[in-house]
């Protein structure tokens, strides 16, 4: 894997490096033998164009949603036509304002060099926009799955850490408000404690949790979620935050999605039918808004929240998701929405209530310098092809029938027990 990245990495730059080193050496062999510049330039920048869409699309990236326009030669060509007439255009006001007359070497070179940086900046903004069209339609399409399949109607995951003191009512309240769910099909209750040392995982099995999963040491939110979204055994697999921000009645709203044909259904706390009932301090709200734009740096859809706690998808979906993620911190959320735009799986935004809790072990400045690094690692993991799928798994994505690789080991639960194997995924 790592071989077949560096592979890559080396043909996307040469890509980069050959189409513009043809873009400048045509324009200035046009403009040597009497082509107008302006034309001279559009002829190049269109032999550059073509050459780069063969390249890439033969030798780097076409699975990245973010570099997926290799496979759109309509949309490449419209937007290389703009990039193109932006190209020209800086080139030409850059020639009229340079010292000394005519289209010399040296004065072409400053020109291009100026207009490749406006177009190419022009070029960006452009397909992201198409990009996101494309991702918008992709994750707005429902249906077309058969319905999930289950030892229980619906697995709720709690990840925990330093929660002896309440995972026990947090359990009972689960329970409680979801017993008509329980009673028609069924309910498990997985809690992951993460490292804590305060006895959480006692304290959860004393608090009637179906299944107990103990991490040796504290790894991460996204390390605890991804560890019962694995072990986990129902049709639909959700997750919630110990503190119940989110009351675990609202869980049944996201269920209901998932068995209307959705793939995944996650809580928005921006979502116009959201109630506040208890708000986050200041710094924290403000922190939030920070993040959701980062975060554009990495998504292309226009999420209007991408770190509300609560979450739910098909299990099949989820285990090819949590399989292939490998961020721990708190930009696995993230991570986990970049998945679902690259395998083309369908999301539906739900709005919720939420009730802020003062108590909480997120840290504004620290966490969000954590995540604004997992940012940069998740688009370096998906340069690199760490979260391709196989052939056949690319295949059964693109037909409605998403079936996930070999499973990674279970976590070891408590009391020496190992969780079950994953079970297949969604049958024919």
Same mark, same amino acid.
């Given at each position: 894997?790592?071989?077949?990245?560096?592979? +890559?990495?080396?043909?996307?730059?040469?890509?980069?490096?050959?189409?513009?080193?043809?873009?400048?050496?045509?324009?200035?062999?046009?403009?040597?033998?009497? *082509?107008?510049?302006?034309?001279?330039?559009?002829?190049?920048?269109?032999?550059?164009?073509?050459?780069?869409?063969?390249?890439?699309?033969?030798?780097?990236?076409?699975?990245?949603?973010?570099?997926?326009?290799?496979?759109?030669?309509?949309?490449?060509?419209?937007?290389?036509?703009?990039?193109?007439?932006?190209?020209?255009?800086?080139?030409?006001?850059?020639?009229?304002?340079?010292?000394?007359?005519?289209?010399?070497?040296?004065?072409? &070179?400053?020109?291009?060099?100026?207009? &490749?940086?406006?177009?190419?900046?022009?070029?960006?903004?452009?397909?992201?926009?198409?990009?996101?069209?494309?991702?918008?339609?992709? &994750?707005?399409?429902? !249906?077309?799955?058969?319905?999930?399949?289950?030892?229980?109607?619906?697995?709720? *995951?709690?990840?925990?850490?330093?929660?002896?003191?309440?995972?026990?009512?947090?359990?009972?309240?689960?329970?409680?408000?979801?017993?008509?769910?329980?009673?028609?099909?069924?309910?498990?209750?997985?809690?992951?404690?993460?490292?804590?040392?305060?006895?959480?995982?006692?304290? $959860?099995?004393?608090?009637?949790?179906?299944? *107990?999963?103990?991490?040796?040491?504290?790894?991460?939110?996204?390390?605890?979620?991804?560890?019962?979204?694995?072990?986990?055994?129902g049709a639909t697999v959700a997750f919630t935050d110990a503190d119940l921000s #989110?009351?675990?009645?609202?869980?049944?709203?996201?269920?209901?999605?998932?068995?209307?044909?959705?793939?995944?259904?996650?809580?928005?706390?921006?979502?116009?039918?959201?109630?506040?009932?208890?708000?986050?301090?200041? =710094?924290?709200? =403000?922190?939030?808004?920070?993040?959701?734009?980062?975060?554009?740096?990495?998504? =292309?859809?226009? #999420?209007?929240?991408?770190?509300?706690? =609560?979450? $739910?998808?098909? $299990?099949?979906?989820?285990?090819?998701?949590?399989?292939?993620?490998?961020?721990?911190?708190?930009?696995?959320?993230?991570?986990?929405?970049?998945?679902?735009?690259? #395998? !083309?799986?369908?999301?539906?935004?739900?709005?919720?209530?939420?009730?802020?809790?003062?108590?909480?072990?997120?840290?504004?400045?620290?966490?969000?310098?954590?995540?604004?690094?997992?940012?940069?690692?998740? +688009?370096?993991?998906?340069?690199?092809?760490?979260?391709?799928?196989?052939?056949?798994?690319?295949?059964?994505?693109?037909?409605?029938?998403?079936?996930?690789?070999?499973?990674?080991?279970a976590p070891r639960a408590s009391g020496g027990e190992h969780p079950p194997a994953?079970?297949?995924?969604?049958?024919?």
């Amino acid at each position: 894997m790592a071989a077949r990245a560096r592979t +890559l990495l080396r043909r996307f730059a040469a890509v980069g490096v050959a189409v513009t080193a043809l873009d400048v050496a045509l324009l200035v062999a046009l403009a040597a033998v009497g *082509v107008p510049a302006a034309l001279a330039d559009a002829l190049a920048i269109a032999a550059a164009a073509l050459a780069s869409w063969l390249l890439n699309r033969s030798l780097t990236f076409a699975a990245d949603p973010a570099v997926r326009w290799v496979r759109r030669p309509a949309t490449f060509a419209v937007v290389a036509a703009l990039g193109a007439a932006l190209d020209v255009a800086v080139l030409m006001a850059v020639l009229r304002v340079l010292p000394g007359s005519g289209t010399g070497v040296a004065q072409l &070179l400053v020109a291009k060099a100026v207009s &490749l940086a406006g177009a190419s900046t022009g070029r960006f903004w452009a397909y992201r926009a198409v990009l996101f069209q494309e991702v918008h339609r992709g &994750l707005s399409r429902r !249906g077309g799955r058969p319905p999930p399949v289950g030892a229980v109607r619906l697995s709720v *995951v709690i990840p925990a850490y330093e929660e002896r003191d309440r995972i026990g009512a947090t359990i009972s309240r689960v329970r409680a408000e979801l017993a008509e769910v329980a009673g028609h099909g069924g309910l498990e209750v997985v809690v992951v404690d993460d490292g804590s040392p305060d006895g959480t995982a006692q304290a $959860a099995r004393e608090g009637g949790a179906d299944r *107990v999963i103990v991490h040796p040491r504290n790894r991460g939110k996204g390390a605890a979620v991804r560890s019962g979204m694995l072990a986990a055994s129902g049709a639909t697999v959700a997750f919630t935050d110990a503190d119940l921000s #989110y009351a675990p009645a609202q869980i049944e709203r996201l269920l209901a999605q998932i068995e209307d044909g959705w793939d995944v259904a996650v809580g928005s706390r921006r979502h116009t039918g959201t109630r506040t009932l208890v708000r986050a301090r200041r =710094l924290r709200e =403000l922190g939030g808004r920070v993040v959701n734009a980062f975060t554009h740096a990495v998504l =292309l859809g226009a #999420y209007r929240d991408t770190q509300c706690g =609560l979450k $739910a998808f098909r $299990a099949d979906v989820g285990r090819v998701v949590f399989e292939r993620s490998r961020i721990d911190g708190f930009a696995f959320d993230v991570e986990v929405l970049h998945l679902v735009e690259r #395998y !083309g799986l369908s999301l539906v935004e739900v709005p919720v209530e939420v009730a802020n809790s003062e108590r909480s072990t997120v840290k504004v400045l620290r966490d969000g310098a954590r995540l604004l690094v997992d940012l940069t690692r998740i +688009l370096r993991l998906g340069r690199r092809g760490a979260y391709d799928l196989g052939p056949d798994e690319r295949a059964s994505a693109a037909t409605g029938q998403v079936r996930g690789g070999t499973a990674a080991p279970a976590p070891r639960a408590s009391g020496g027990e190992h969780p079950p194997a994953g079970r297949p995924l969604v049958a024919e």
